[in-house]
């Protein structure tokens, strides 16, 4: 089993940023993905970005060049800074840990991003 904990999030207006922290413990491998996905009211939940234990990023068309993600191997941890936030960037955002080699998907409990316009 892996836990996570996320952090951050909150309320921001339009053009705001906001940081985004989780960190993975207990059975974690090293071959792993970690990630963030973000569902909103009535909607899917969607990748935002993810970042392998290589390093390797993906990121959703609608957040390139706005966020970014990163991760510090030796804590576990994955950070997502959120810049030139937009009320669309709404919703509860979701930290993700994947074990590559097991195929087995763990969630954290979810934080609330609010952009007011």
């Known amino acids: 089993q892996v836990q996570l904990a996320e952090s951050g999030g909150g309320l921001v207006q339009t053009g705001g940023s906001l940081r985004l922290s989780c960190a993975a413990s207990?059975?974690?491998?090293?071959?792993?993905?970690m990630g963030w996905y973000r569902q909103a009211p009535g909607k899917q939940r969607d990748l935002v970005a993810t970042?392998?234990?290589?390093?390797?990023?993906n990121y959703a068309d609608s957040v390139k060049g706005r966020f970014t993600i990163s991760r510090t191997n030796g804590r576990n941890t994955v950070d997502l800074q959120m810049n030139t936030l937009k009320p669309e960037d709404t919703a509860i955002y979701y930290c993700?840990?994947?074990?590559?080699?097991?195929?087995?998907?763990?969630w954290g409990q979810g934080n609330q991003v609010t952009v007011t316009s």
């Open positions: 993700k840990f994947l074990d590559v080699l097991q195929r087995l998907d763990y």
């Open positions: 207990g059975r974690v491998v090293a071959l792993n993905v």
């Open positions: 970042i392998s234990s290589g390093g390797d990023t």
